[in-house]
Structures are given as structure tokens and as C-alpha cells.
């Protein structure tokens, strides 16, 4: 036919060969639609015999449906032969004797044997590639719905530049309509107010491609959106590209970043302020509603750190400040009914002595936010205290010397004084005897501990010079010891170390020549010399030296006449406000200058014709009426012997001010009068309110290095595992790529040497990419990935379930569970020197507090690493924490046993005092078993034992009601 392509001729044995070499199934049709040759492959394609096929027309092959289709293609072909390769759009559906129904692909090639026209037809099975079609087609309906339902904006852009599609959120966020966006260039509808944040894009970046291994990019400014409103927003370009790798367009994801952008504002304010306040002296803390500390400020880690504070301690963050503050009720209660909201601030001023040193806080807490939360101030009001106490113990030495009473009487009431304002816990006298030594007078305690120290202190006896009275009997002058442990000559030693005493005053009273006495105080607390304490005392003796003179000579009026002239002298100097009531009506009776200062009085006479309510607002800030208040204050001084308040005053001008207020009770032979000590908060307070103010905003992370360390481990493997994939990857897609071109090619055409090299070239690429390496390796760090991630995912629940809030009522929990978790947290700090055995007994639900009882298991945990850590550090043998749990009739018993160097017999029964500790500086602070102690027995109703053998190691043994304390609101079962 002209115009159509030359047929090929064959001889019948070259169509034979050419036919057995066909790698899909193939038929010789005639011009009649007549099979006359076929291969073995037809029969592995439609399962019927090779000699049934030949002789058979074309389309009995086919499927019934398609047999009449087929003729007629047929006919059409045989009218014009020509070349049909595969993939053609004919498709067919082949049918096998047993009635199954293939899809086919067709190939058709007109032949010539001598004077015959023929067809060789190659048939292909259908089936899979049909399957892969259809889920494609399933994965783009998918994607469709995906796109149009995601969270983020997207837009795709074309390589033009131009948007080719957008989600819902996208044109959201860009404030237009989806139809307008559609068609848009970019870089007109994504407008930036400060185009050097979204500068990619401005510059038309997204038009150009990048190369094929360049990585997403995120730029973060402000969208300007139409009306002039501004969004802060973040736009990841990333590239689109076709298998073949030729650049497509741009896909952009849109997400706004409002309340990031906020919170950083908020972050940048907050650390601002946290700056400020890590230069206030005082400590600042602040809680949540459930008592916990959310935030501190550097006098707090500073105090902590010096006072051989934990680390958890000194960050502060998630200390229960309810349960460290309930051995001393009155801050518990008050703190706690400010976070109630029963009160909107609370006052108080509390001892917090350390072994070697007298310390006194101030603390103020103040209800802050709607939420519950509150602000605590914590000042250092040691100096004012001690200055405070030393102007009490003037004032009552003043009066005792003015009262005239007998030397004895006064002696005892400035002992007294000395003894409770300044806290000496042991008082002796001690007079000279006719052996020319000091004989104990008096020796009295403020507690039962030192027994055995006051049965020997009164068989000693001292000479001149011997002993701490001795040495001031000497020297004629105060003597102060600061450590007696520590001094050689010191003969009680022994005796004031099992008393726990440290610290010695003693200072002589001579009544001119002749030595009256030497009055000895001691304390627990290891003390360095008061210089205003030593001058005060020495002014005191020889004051009442003075009034033995006077009582030895019998001079009564000159005596009382120089001892009102000392009082007052010590009176006028006083820089505090002191003032004098007296019964019936508590009227004010005299007032030092400092009082008249601080009143506005021109002189005393005119300071005392006036009532104590001129000197006071009808009602206090509280709203009490001050008449009340004051008559409530007075009460409580007179009943405690002392009473320091908070008092808001008014100068006769008529300005108001707080004030601190200390009521003093003076006992004397005529009955008993109040002093008062008054100090202007005027600055304190405006002190303390700058400090109130900036912590609102204050905002302190803390993440603990262990648990970062611990997750840091799993997640570097994954990354190591996972950049190996990707590399793997890349290396089996280029051997995929090759392979791909190869198995073209045999489609294409018949073997030929160049299909061999390309082959040859396949297997080489193959070698250079390792792909038997690769398949042994690439599912071993897929099971990295798995076992990092698991890993992860156990120590971040093991940190959910340990910090999960705890309710205020008990309620029933799988302590086995908790122990587990409790491990898991404490890992860093065990894994080093010691290995854990577990020994779980499959306890039933307890009734308890959890929150409360993980925090004690793991302070014995960290404690038991710590014992074993010091071993370890001493010896390199590892230890072992043995953690068991089992079922005791109605208990649940839980044991941490260690084997640390243990805990000494003398001390054993002082491990759950408060502050006790054994530690080194820095690695605790007393407060862990004390806490332990208060929650299992007093919260829970259980018990805490602790069995420990020095050089073998320590057990704790804590056992629990299964069915919860008795009254304490949880299910019985």
C-alpha cells in the first residue's frame, strides 16, 4: 500500500526462532484472524495448550465481551498493517479455559513469509499494572483531601511563579478569596511589611530554581494583609520536583505564628524583669494555687547554695512550699490561707538559725492573680532582730536598775532577758566560795537534752583563770567562745558536745574589788563575737556592780536617783521608739526622744497627755477597729511575755504610716508594765512592693540534666540511623534509576551489545552502591530508630507520670507503677555508681497521696545513690539498690536496700530531724527524711524504719495502710 511501511520478510525457521525469543507471549495471526504459530509463553499467560491455540481464530483468546471488538480492530488493521508497540491505549482481556479474566496489553507487527501476510502479536498481563493505577489514582483522591483539610496554608506555584492551587487556610490567611489567589503571581499576594524577613520571596526567589538536594526554607515576618493588618507568620518554601528530578514549582506552607509571636514578647518582658529582681537582697518566691514554687529569684539559689542546699533545692522550681513550711505552723497556715484566698497577704517574723550562725526572716505573702498564685518575700532581718532584742534586754536592765529591787532579783531578770531575747539555751551563775574558786549558783536549761552537762556544771569548780568563767573572773571582762569543742582548756568538752553545745558568754560582776559573780550563757548554735552584745553586757555589769555598791552601802535615795539617771541615760540614746504602758487603761506612761520624733510630740509630758488612739487611725489596714486590734495585741503580750506586729500608726500631723511593733512583758515585784518598741516600715514597705510588683512577670525554666542527658543518648542514635537511611536511600535510587533504563531499552528493541553494556553498566553501579551491604544493614538501623524513640517516649511518660498533680483527697494507685517511674527519672543519678534489682511483689491499688509518695521514693533513691556514690568515688566497686514491694496482712510494704558505707549508730536516730543531715556542703539539706517522716506517718498513717550496718549499707522500709489512712476521705476498698 503506498505511503504505508515496508513489511519485514521472515523465513518460516527465522519466525520460529524470532518467535521462541519473544520474552512475552506470542501469536502469527493470518490475514483470516487465524492463530498459526505461538509460543510456550502463551500458555503460562492464559493456561491453554500451545496446539489448542494454534488453529484457533484470534479472538477466542479474548475474553466473550471483547471477541467482537477485536474483529473489527481486526479488519481495520489488516487494511493498513502497522507497527503497534506496547503501552499502546488498546487494552484487551484475555480468557483462560477456566474462565479467568486478564487484563491485556497488545502489540502488533505486520510480517511477510514469502507471498503471505502476516501478524505477530505479543500479548502482556495487564493485572498488576492495572492494581498500581487504580491505588494511585486512590493516593491522589487522598492527597486531594488532604490538601484541602490541613491545618496550615498551602499554596503550590508553578514555574512561572505563579499560584496553581491553595487550601481554605491558606487563602485565609492571606485575606483574599481562593478564586482570586488562583492564577496570582506570589510574590503579589504574599505582601511582607519588613521585606527583609520574607526577602526570598519579595525578590521573586520562589520563581527561581534551586538545586535538586537544597533543603526547605523558612522565613519568619510580618504578612501585611489587605486592609493594612499585619500577621506575624512563618513560610516554608520547598522545592517541587518531577521522579525524573525536573523542576515543577514551589509548594508553601502558611502558618501563623500570633501567639508565638506573643509569647516571645512575653518571654523577652519576663526575662527583663527576672534580671531585676536577681538584684533584689531579698528572697523572692513565687507559688501556684496548690502551695508548689514556680519561680525564684538569685537570692534564693544563693541562700540555698550557701546553706548546703540540694539542687533541686537551689532551683527551686516544683518545691512544695506547704509541706517544707508545716513543722512551723504559723507560716504554714498563713501561707496557706492566703493561697485559699481566706487572706490577701500574710506577716510574719520567724527563727532560722543554721549550726553556725542566729538568723531571723521576715515573711510577707501576698495573693497575686485570680488564678491562686501568690508572691513570697523572704528578708534578712537578723541585724534588726539582734539590735531589736539588745534594746529589750537595755531596756528591761534599765528598768530592773531603776525599780531599786535587791541585786538578786535584778541579776535574775537580766539573765532572764539576756537568756530568752538573745536564745542562750544554758544559763549559770557562778560565786566565789571560801576556797577562793567559782562554785555553780544556779544552773538552768530551756530544754531536758543537757541533763547530764548541768549535774557536772554544778560539781565544777574554777579558779581564777580556769574555764571560760575563770578566764573572765581574770581578765575582768567578758569572755566569748566561739567553738569550746575546739578549745583545749575548755574541761566540759565532752560534756557541752553531747549537749550540743558550741558557743560561750561569760562576763563578771564586780562590786569594786570584790568579784559578785560570773554569769555564764551557752548555746547550740555556734556563735562569733557581738561586739554590741559584749559593750551592752559589760555596761550592764557594771551597772549592777554599781547597784551592789549602793545596796553595800545603803545609800537607797542616791542609789535610785543614779540609777533613774542611767536609765535615762541609756533611754535617750536609744535610736528606736521605745514607750511604756501601764495598767489599768494601757495608757502610754514615758516615751523616749526617738518616740517624740517619731510621733511629732514636742516633748514627753505632751507625748503622754495624749490617749494611744491619737496615735492610730480609727481602724487598721485590715479594717479592725484599732481599739480592738490593740486591745487584742496587748492580751497576747501579756499572756506570751512578747508579742511583734504589724501596726499602722498616725503622727499628731495626721500622716499615717506602718510600723513594726514589738510588745514587750516586764515582770517586777509592783506588778507587770509593757514596753514598746515601734520601727517606721515606711521604706521597707515601698521596698517590698517594687520587689511584689516586678515578680508577677518573673519566669525561671529549669530542665533537669539528667533527663536531657538520658534523652540525648536514644535521639543521637536515631539521628546517626537515620542520616545513614537517607544516604542509603539516595545510593538505591540511582541503582533503581539505572535498572529503570535498562529494562526500557529491552523493551524497546532485541538484545544488542550495546543492552549489554548497559547491563554490564547496571552491575557496576550496583557494586559501586553496595546494595548487599545495604540490605543487611538498613533494617537494623530502622530498628535503632524504633528501640531511640521507644526509649524516648518511656523516660517522657516516666516525667509525665511522676509530675502528674496529685488531688487533694487520697485515692487508689499502683505503687509498682510509681517505683518503676521513680527509677526511670532517678536513672542519671544511679546509673553511674550503682545497678538496680527490682523486686516487685504486684501490690493492689493503694489508697494514697502519690504525688507526695513519689517525691519520697525518690528522695530515698537519690539518697541510697549518693551513699553509693561515695564508695564508689572512695573504692570504684559499684553498688546495688535493691528495690522490693510485697503485701504484709493489710500493709503494703516497700524496701529500698543499698549497699553504701551506712549509717552510724549515734546518729541513727536523729536522720529524720529537720535540717539533719550527713552530706557533704552542697548535696543536701536535711529536709528529705524529715519530709519522708511527715508523709508516710502523719499524711498516710504508715511507718518508716531504716536498718543500716555500718561498712554494709542501709534499708528503708516504709509501710503502708492498702486501704488508706483512716479519715481520710478515700474509698476503704
Known amino acids: 500500500m503506498t505511503g504505508e511501511p515496508p513489511v519485514p520478510s521472515v523465513t518460516p525457521e527465522t519466525l520460529g526462532a524470532a518467535l521462541e525469543l519473544q520474552p512475552d507471549a506470542s501469536v502469527v495471526v493470518d490475514q483470516a484472524g487465524v492463530v498459526v504459530r505461538a509460543n510456550a509463553r502463551v500458555e503460562e499467560l492464559l493456561g491453554r495448550p500451545v496446539g489448542e491455540v494454534v488453529g484457533a481464530a484470534f479472538e477466542a483468546l479474548l475474553a466473550p465481551a471483547d471477541r467482537e471488538q477485536q474483529r473489527f480492530y481486526l479488519l481495520a488493521y489488516f487494511a493498513s498493517p502497522r507497527p503497534r508497540p506496547l503501552g499502546a491505549p488498546l487494552v484487551l482481556r484475555g480468557a483462560g479455559p477456566n474462565g479467568a479474566v486478564k487484563p491485556l496489553d497488545v502489540a502488533l507487527q505486520p ?193 540555698a547554695a550557701a546553706n548546703a542546699g540540694s539542687a533541686a533545692l537551689e532551683a527551686g522550681v516544683g518545691l512544695d512550699y506547704l509541706a517544707a513550711s508545716r513543722p512551723e505552723p504559723e507560716i504554714h497556715e498563713g501561707v496557706a490561707s492566703v493561697l485559699a484566698g481566706a487572706e490577701p497577704a500574710f506577716r510574719a517574723r520567724y527563727a532560722c538559725h543554721g549550726p553556725a550562725a542566729l538568723r531571723w526572716f521576715a515573711i510577707e505573702a501576698r495573693r497575686i492573680g485570680a488564678d491562686g498564685s501568690a508572691v513570697l518575700i523572704h528578708s534578712d532581718v537578723t541585724a534588726e532582730h539582734l539590735a531589736e532584742a539588745r534594746a529589750r534586754v537595755r531596756a528591761v536592765a534599765a528598768w530592773a536598775l531603776a525599780a531599786g529591787g535587791p541585786l538578786e532579783e535584778t541579776v535574775a531578770m537580766v539573765v532572764d532577758a539576756v537568756a530568752r531575747e538573745l536564745e542562750w539555751e544554758v544559763v549559770a551563775s557562778w560565786v566565789p566560795g571560801p576556797d577562793a574558786r567559782l562554785h555553780a549558783a544556779v544552773v538552768r536549761s530551756r530544754d531536758a537534752a543537757t541533763q547530764a552537762y548541768e549535774q557536772a556544771t554544778r560539781a565544777a569548780t574554777f579558779g581564777a583563770g580556769e574555764g571560760v568563767p575563770g578566764a573572765a573572773w581574770a581578765a575582768r571582762a567578758p569572755r566569748w567562745l566561739t567553738d569550746a569543742a575546739a578549745e583545749p582548756s575548755f574541761v566540759r568538752r565532752e560534756l557541752a558536745r553531747e549537749a550540743g553545745l558550741r558557743s560561750y558568754l561569760a562576763f563578771p560582776i564586780f562590786d569594786e574589788e570584790a568579784l559578785l559573780c560570773v554569769l555564764e550563757f551557752a548555746s547550740r548554735v555556734q556563735r562569733e563575737p557581738d561586739d554590741a552584745l559584749l559593750e551592752l553586757v559589760s555596761a550592764i555589769a557594771s551597772e549592777l556592780g554599781a547597784l551592789a555598791r549602793r545596796e553595800r552601802l545603803s545609800l537607797a535615795e542616791r542609789e535610785r536617783a543614779a540609777a533613774v539617771a542611767r536609765l535615762r541615760t541609756l533611754w535617750d540614746a536609744a535610736q528606736d521608739a521605745m514607750m511604756t504602758l501601764e495598767p489599768p487603761d494601757w495608757r502610754f506612761t514615758s516615751g523616749n526622744p526617738a518616740a517624740l520624733r517619731l510621733f511629732g510630740a514636742g516633748n514627753e509630758r505632751d507625748f503622754v497627755s495624749r490617749g494611744p488612739g491619737d496615735y492610730s487611725p480609727e481602724r487598721q489596714a485590715d479594717g479592725r477597729p484599732s481599739a480592738e486590734a490593740a486591745g487584742e495585741a496587748i492580751g497576747r503580750a501579756l499572756a506570751t511575755g512578747s508579742n511583734l506586729f504589724l501596726w499602722t500608726h498616725r503622727r499628731l500631723g495626721g500622716e499615717v504610716f506602718p510600723a513594726t511593733v514589738q510588745l514587750s512583758r516586764v515582770d517586777t515585784p509592783s506588778g507587770a508594765f509593757l514596753l514598746a518598741t515601734v520601727r517606721d516600715d515606711t521604706e521597707v514597705n515601698r521596698l517590698r512592693a517594687s520587689s ?212 552510724p549508730e549515734a546518729i541513727r536516730e536523729r536522720i529524720f530531724e529537720p535540717f539533719f543531715t550527713t552530706k557533704a556542703v552542697g548535696k543536701g539539706t536535711g529536709q528529705g527524711l524529715a519530709l519522708a517522716w511527715s508523709v508516710i506517718t502523719e499524711r498516710h498513717g504508715g511507718r518508716i524504719e531504716v536498718e543500716s550496718e555500718v561498712g554494709r549499707g542501709t534499708t528503708f522500709r516504709i509501710s503502708l495502710p492498702i486501704a488508706g489512712k483512716a479519715g481520710s476521705g478515700a474509698p476503704a476498698a
Open 111 to 303: 510480517i511477510g513469509l514469502g507471498a503471505r501476510r502476516l501478524t505477530l502479536a505479543s500479548l502482556r498481563d495487564m493485572t498488576e499494572r492495572r492494581g498500581v493505577e487504580l491505588a494511585l489514582a486512590s493516593a491522589r483522591a487522598d492527597l486531594d483531601t488532604v490538601f484541602a483539610s490541613l491545618p496550615e496554608g498551602m499554596l503550590l506555584v508553578d514555574r512561572a511563579g505563579v499560584v496553581a492551587r491553595c487550601n481554605a487556610r491558606g487563602a485565609e490567611l492571606l485575606g483574599v478569596a481562593p478564586a482570586a489567589l488562583v492564577g496570582a503571581p506570589a510574590v503579589r499576594v504574599i505582601r511582607a511589611r519588613d521585606p527583609e524577613s520574607l526577602a526570598p520571596l519579595q525578590l521573586g526567589a520562589c520563581c527561581t530554581p534551586a538545586p535538586a538536594e537544597a533543603p526547605p526554607t523558612r522565613h519568619r515576618g510580618l504578612l501585611e494583609r489587605p486592609g493594612g493588618e499585619l500577621l506575624p507568620i512563618e513560610i516554608t518554601v520547598a522545592q517541587i520536583r518531577a521522579a525524573h528530578g525536573e523542576h515543577e514549582g514551589w509548594a508553601l506552607v502558611l502558618r501563623d505564628r500570633t501567639r508565638e509571636h506573643e509569647e516571645e514578647r512575653a518571654l523577652v518582658e519576663a526575662e527583663r524583669v527576672r534580671a531585676q529582681l536577681d538584684c533584689a537582697p531579698s528572697t523572692i518566691v513565687r507559688l501556684d494555687a496548690a502551695g508548689r514554687v514556680t519561680h525564684v529569684n538569685d537570692a534564693w539559689r544563693r541562700f
Open 692 to 903: 511584689a510588683q516586678s515578680e508577677r512577670l518573673a519566669a525561671i525554666g529549669t530542665l533537669a540534666a539528667g533527663i536531657a542527658h538520658e534523652i540525648n543518648t536514644p535521639i543521637q542514635f536515631v539521628g546517626d540511623s537515620v542520616q545513614f537511611l537517607r544516604d542509603a536511600m539516595l545510593d538505591l535510587l540511582r541503582v533503581l534509576d539505572a535498572f529503570r533504563g535498562l529494562r526500557d531499552q529491552v523493551e524497546a528493541s532485541a538484545p544488542s551489545p550495546e543492552l549489554v553494556a548497559e547491563a554490564a553498566a547496571t552491575r557496576e553501579l550496583e557494586d559501586d552502591a553496595d546494595v548487599q551491604y545495604l540490605q543487611e544493614n538498613v533494617p537494623a538501623a530502622f530498628g535503632r530508630c524504633t528501640e531511640g524513640l521507644s526509649r524516648v517516649a518511656k523516660i517522657v511518660r516516666s516525667m509525665k507520670d511522676f509530675a502528674h498533680p496529685a488531688g487533694a483527697a487520697a485515692a487508689a494507685a499502683d505503687l509498682d507503677h510509681a517505683l518503676t517511674t521513680t527509677l526511670t527519672i532517678a536513672t542519671n543519678e544511679i546509673k553511674y555508681v550503682a545497678d538496680v534489682v527490682t523486686e516487685l511483689g504486684g501490690l493492689p491499688p493503694v489508697v494514697c497521696h502519690l504525688g507526695e509518695l513519689n517525691q519520697v521514693f525518690l528522695n530515698l533513691v537519690v539518697n541510697a545513690a549518693h551513699a553509693m556514690g561515695d564508695v564508689h568515688a572512695a573504692s570504684g566497686q559499684r553498688g546495688t539498690l535493691t528495690v522490693r514491694s510485697r503485701t504484709e496482712d493489710a500493709d503494703a510494704v516497700i524496701e529500698f536496700a543499698d549497699t553504701g558505707g551506712g549509717i
